[in-house]
C-alpha cells in the first residue's frame, strides 16, 4: 500500500513540467517503473527535483499538490505505529507464559515442603490451595503459550516442523498427568476431612506423593531447556513428518500416563 502510493505521487509529479528534472526539462512524457527498486532511494530521486516559479509553472503545481497531498494522507507515519497493538498484546503475552511457569514452580516447591506423614488438616488444607494455584497457572501457561505459538512467535508451520518443540509438548504432558495423582489425593482426602472418615496421612502415602512433586519439578526444570533450543531451530527438519508424529505421541503420552496416575490416586490402598 505504501510503496503503490509513492508510486502514484512520484508518478503524477513526472507527469508535470512544473517537476521535471533540470536536465531533463526539454524531454517528452517520462515513464515510472513500479518495481520495488524504484524504491529503495525515494528520498534522492525527490531532490533532484527543483520548484521553479514561473506564472506557467505555479499553475501546474495548483493542478498536481492535491492530488499529491491525497496520496500521501494514505502513506502510514511508520511500521511501528500500526504494529503497536499487536507488538503490547505479544508483550503481555509473553509475560503471563513466563509468570504461570514461575507460579507453578513455586506452588509445587511449596506443595514439596508442606507434604509429611501425618499432617493436620490445615496443612492439607494449604496443600489443596497450592495445587488448586498450581492448577490455574498451568492453564494459564498453555493458553498463552498457544497464543504465542501461532500468533505472536515464529508460527504454526516452524514449531510443528521442530521435533524439540514436541518434546516440550511432551514434557508438559507428562507434567499434567503426574500432578493428577496429587491432584486427586489431596480432594480425596480434603473432602473426608469434611466428615468422619479422614485419618492422618501415612508414611507410605506421603513418600508417593514427595516421588511425584519431585518428578514435576525435574520436568519443570527441562521444559525452559528445550524452550531455549526450540527457538532457536535446533534440529529443525521438514524430511521427517514431524507435525504428524509429535500430535501422535504427544496423545498417547498424556492418555496413558493420566489414565495411570488417575487409577493410582483413585485406587490407592495401605495395603499395597
Same mark, same amino acid.
Given at each position: 500500500?505504501?510503496?503503490?502510493?509513492?508510486?502514484?505521487?512520484?508518478?503524477?509529479?513526472?507527469?508535470?513540467?512544473a517537476f521535471a528534472p533540470v536536465s531533463t526539462r526539454t524531454q517528452s512524457t517520462r515513464t515510472t517503473s513500479l518495481s520495488a527498486s524504484n524504491f529503495d532511494n525515494v528520498e534522492p530521486k525527490l531532490?533532484?527535483?527543483?520548484?521553479?516559479?514561473?506564472?506557467?509553472?505555479?499553475?501546474?503545481?495548483?493542478?498536481?499538490?492535491?492530488?499529491?497531498?491525497?496520496?500521501?494522507?494514505?502513506?502510514?507515519?511508520?511500521?511501528?505505529?500500526?504494529?503497536?497493538?499487536?507488538?503490547?498484546?505479544?508483550?503481555?503475552?509473553?509475560?503471563?507464559?513466563?509468570?504461570?511457569?514461575?507460579?507453578?514452580?513455586?506452588?509445587?516447591?511449596?506443595?514439596?515442603?508442606?507434604?509429611?506423614?501425618?499432617?493436620?488438616?490445615?496443612?492439607?488444607?494449604?496443600?489443596?490451595? *497450592?495445587?488448586?494455584?498450581?492448577? +490455574?497457572?498451568?492453564?494459564? =501457561? !498453555? #493458553?498463552? @503459550?498457544?497464543?504465542?505459538?501461532?500468533?505472536?512467535?515464529?508460527?504454526?508451520?516452524?514449531?510443528?516442523?521442530?521435533?524439540?518443540?514436541?518434546?516440550?509438548?511432551?514434557?508438559?504432558?507428562?507434567?499434567?498427568?503426574?500432578?493428577?495423582?496429587?491432584?486427586?489425593?489431596s480432594m480425596k482426602r480434603f473432602v473426608a476431612a469434611k466428615g468422619d472418615s479422614w485419618e492422618p496421612m501415612t508414611?507410605?502415602? *506421603?513418600?508417593?506423593?514427595?516421588? +511425584?512433586?519431585?518428578?514435576? =519439578? !525435574? #520436568?519443570? @526444570?527441562?521444559?525452559?531447556?528445550?524452550?531455549?533450543?526450540?527457538?532457536?531451530?535446533?534440529?529443525?527438519?521438514?524430511?521427517?513428518?514431524?507435525?504428524?508424529?509429535?500430535?501422535?505421541?504427544?496423545?498417547?503420552?498424556?492418555?496413558?500416563?493420566?489414565?495411570?496416575?488417575?487409577?493410582?490416586?483413585?485406587?490407592?490402598?495401605?495395603?499395597?
Amino acid at each position: 500500500m505504501k510503496q503503490a502510493t509513492i508510486a502514484f505521487f512520484l508518478l503524477a509529479i513526472s507527469q508535470s513540467d512544473a517537476f521535471a528534472p533540470v536536465s531533463t526539462r526539454t524531454q517528452s512524457t517520462r515513464t515510472t517503473s513500479l518495481s520495488a527498486s524504484n524504491f529503495d532511494n525515494v528520498e534522492p530521486k525527490l531532490q533532484q527535483f527543483d520548484f521553479p516559479v514561473s506564472k506557467e509553472n505555479t499553475c501546474n503545481l495548483g493542478n498536481v499538490a492535491p492530488l499529491a497531498a491525497t496520496s500521501l494522507a494514505f502513506v502510514p507515519l511508520s511500521a511501528e505505529a500500526s504494529t503497536g497493538t499487536s507488538q503490547i498484546v505479544s508483550a503481555v503475552c509473553a509475560y503471563a507464559h513466563y509468570l504461570s511457569l514461575f507460579v507453578m514452580i513455586g506452588a509445587l516447591m511449596f506443595e514439596r515442603l508442606t507434604i509429611e506423614p501425618g499432617m493436620t488438616k490445615e496443612k492439607e488444607e494449604y496443600l489443596v490451595a *497450592a495445587d488448586s494455584i498450581y492448577g +490455574v497457572s498451568a492453564v494459564a =501457561l !498453555l #493458553i498463552s @503459550g498457544y497464543y504465542r505459538t501461532v500468533e505472536y512467535g515464529k508460527g504454526w508451520y516452524f514449531y510443528s516442523h521442530e521435533p524439540i518443540f514436541w518434546v516440550k509438548m511432551i514434557f508438559f504432558a507428562i507434567l499434567g498427568s503426574a500432578s493428577l495423582f496429587p491432584t486427586i489425593t489431596s480432594m480425596k482426602r480434603f473432602v473426608a476431612a469434611k466428615g468422619d472418615s479422614w485419618e492422618p496421612m501415612t508414611e507410605k502415602l *506421603a513418600n508417593r506423593m514427595k516421588s +511425584v512433586v519431585n518428578a514435576e =519439578l !525435574l #520436568i519443570m @526444570g527441562s521444559i525452559p531447556l528445550s524452550a531455549t533450543l526450540m527457538s532457536r531451530g535446533v534440529g529443525y527438519t521438514e524430511a521427517i513428518p514431524f507435525n504428524i508424529i509429535g500430535p501422535v505421541f504427544t496423545g498417547l503420552t498424556a492418555a496413558g500416563l493420566g489414565f495411570k496416575y488417575s487409577k493410582e490416586a483413585l485406587t490407592w490402598s495401605e495395603d499395597e
